[in-house]
């Protein structure tokens, strides 16, 4: 069954520098989303991508962040300059619409950690 | 502001058993509520998805229920497994479909 892919697994950053995640989502799902959870704590949504633009943002997707869709398989979120805070796992998505009655498939996540 | 609650932080059932789950919402009329299962240093995998004119979904030991009045849906696990053990998380479109709102999930662990 396709799936969706993510590296680095766990990536640990000194804090204030840059991370890229990356993703690869199933071929011909054509909505990508990140997701993030705060050990212990809900997954919450960060962001959605279709059409190589952002779809929607939460209010945690400020400034610092940033995603693109360099080629045709790869999805990656960008943190600019990161922090403590930041510290979480990071879950990639892809859905086949942007509709309610399409599950959203995750990939297995990058565990960031913030020095 | 909308909220989505899940029973419990943590549910213990012995093997063989009936595991419900409950998923409450307020302050929101949501099309679709899905269900995912999360295993630990894993991301959610979705299980059943149900819309607001379904009363119940199936699949294999798997019911979800969906009352719009209550504002609830339940899971059931019925002849439940230890690899049933997992975190169960309920996600609604609260604002959007692009946008999952998750549940804080709850923790079921089934015993031999």
């Known amino acids: 069954e396709p799936e969706v892919t993510q590296t680095p697994s766990h990536q640990v950053t000194q804090m204030g520098q840059e991370v890229i995640l990356r993703c690869v989502p199933i071929?011909?799902?054509?909505?990508f989303y990140w997701y993030r959870q705060i050990l212990g704590q809900k997954v919450e949504f960060l962001v959605s991508?279709?059409?190589?633009?952002?779809?929607?943002k939460s209010e945690i997707f400020d400034d610092q962040f940033s995603v693109e869709r360099p080629d045709g398989s790869n999805f990656t979120l960008k943190i600019r300059s990161t922090k403590l805070e930041d510290s979480a796992m990071y879950f990639c998505?892809?859905?086949?619409?942007?509709?309610?009655?399409?599950?959203?498939?995750f990939g297995d996540g990058t565990r960031l950690s913030i020095l | 502001s909308q909220k989505i609650e899940q029973n419990s932080e943590a549910l213990n059932i012995q093997e063989g058993k009936t595991a419900t789950l409950t998923c409450n919402y307020t302050?929101?009329?949501?099309?679709?509520l899905q269900w995912y299962r999360q295993d630990p240093g894993r991301g959610p995998v979705f299980l059943l998805l149900?819309?607001?004119?379904?009363k119940e979904k199936r699949k294999e030991r798997l019911k979800v229920t969906f009352d719009t009045t209550l504002k609830q849906s339940l899971f059931h696990i019925t002849a439940s497994q230890p690899a049933d053990s997992a975190t169960y998380l309920c996600?609604?479109?609260?604002?959007?479909?692009?946008?999952?709102?998750f549940g804080s999930g709850t923790q079921l662990t089934v015993l031999p």
């Open positions: 998505a892809s859905s086949s619409t942007g509709y309610s009655n399409q599950p959203q498939h």
């Open positions: 071929s011909n799902h054509l909505y």
């Open positions: 991508f279709y059409n190589n633009e952002i779809s929607e």
């Open positions: 302050n929101y009329s949501p099309a679709y």
């Open positions: 149900i819309r607001e004119n379904e």
């Open positions: 996600a609604l479109d609260v604002s959007s479909a692009r946008q999952l709102t």
